[in-house]
């Protein structure tokens, strides 16, 4: 009698082993057909994700370009490289100047000074950010080139 309960248990099963093998079957269509779309979709996304990133950082540069860069409280005076990573900064807070030596990971103050150095505005024009920096090297190098090709 448990054989027969067995047995007629596992012939009801049939039917849903072959349902279960047929939508296996067209599962396995579906997505062998269907790949190409899912595709583009994953392109188009990280296309639109980068275009975001871009977008963002010029976005920031033209804030950073807003900002007014005078009315700063603190100015660097002068720099003086000690070594590949060590240096001298003399900065500007207010009134007072501070001598400050720079190196990896840490700054230390190495002496406030009571008389104030007088720097005039041709030495502190003379170090332009690395932006202008960059522009004139690649210029000067852009028309180094064009100098050797037609000779």
């Not at 963002?56 to 603190?74: C, D, E, F, K, T």
Request: hydrophobic fraction near 50%.
């Amino acid at each position: 009698m448990r054989l027969l309960h067995m047995l007629m248990g596992l012939l009801s099963l049939v039917p849903c082993l072959v349902e279960a093998s047929e939508a296996q079957q067209s599962v396995a269509q579906t997505v062998g057909l269907d790949w190409q779309p899912s595709v583009g979709r994953l392109v188009l996304g990280l296309l639109l994700v980068l275009g975001l990133v871009v977008l963002l950082a010029w976005l920031l540069r033209q804030v950073q370009r807003w900002q007014p860069r005078s009315g700063q409280i603190i100015q660097v005076l002068a720099s003086q490289s000690l070594g590949p990573r060590e240096r001298l900064v003399l900065i500007q807070v207010g009134e007072q100047q501070i001598l400050l030596g720079v190196a990896a990971g840490q700054i230390t103050p190495v002496h406030v000074l009571t008389t104030p150095v007088s720097v005039s505005e041709e030495v502190m024009n003379a170090s332009p950010d690395f932006a202008q920096r960059l522009v004139e090297a690649l210029a000067h190098r852009g028309s180094s080139k064009g100098k050797g090709a037609s000779s």
